[in-house]
């Protein structure tokens, strides 16, 4: 089970499953984070998707799963290849191809009811960026209604 914070980045370690690391406190920035050694061990991070706004629209981060594999057992990489082709047969490829990989469901559905596909940050509004959006739900071209010439007289 996921903490209730799901914007943390979380790692796992394949010995011990899904296990939420202790975090520790930068003073200097006050921001939590997590560490492991990912040179003695295979790690597997988790980054969730974090839901926001993007110029008063809706938006999704994009979430990861990354594994680090320097010392490679079997077993951790049959659960990773497990874990990758469940997504690949269940999720969809996302609808913004500039984003690449994969999409839940649930975020399909909500993608497909008006919200935006970010990538792992929220970017910044420039014109590359307004564009891209843009495209993601583009607005139908107004409809011009035939008219006929009628005689004043």
């Known amino acids: 089970m996921l903490p209730a914070d799901t914007n943390a980045v979380l790692s796992v370690i394949h010995e011990q499953g899904f296990v939420a690391l202790p975090s520790n406190v930068s003073d200097a920035a006050r921001t939590t984070y997590y560490t492991v050694d990912g040179f003695g061990q295979p790690i ?51 609808p913004v191809p500039i984003l690449g990989g994969y999409v839940g469901p649930e975020a399909v559905a909500w993608f497909e009811s008006g919200g935006l596909l970010l990538p792992m940050f929220t970017p910044p509004p420039s014109a590359d960026w307004l564009r891209i959006m843009q495209q993601q739900h583009p607005q139908p071209a107004p409809r011009l209604e035939k008219t006929t010439a009628t005689d004043p007289s």
């Open 44 to 94: 597997l991070e988790f980054s969730a998707s974090v839901s926001t706004e993007w110029e008063g629209m809706p938006a999704l981060t994009q979430g990861r799963i990354y594994g680090i594999f320097l010392a490679r057992p079997a077993e951790f990489e049959k659960k990773f290849e497990r874990i990758t082709r469940y997504i690949r047969k269940h999720w969809r490829k996302n």
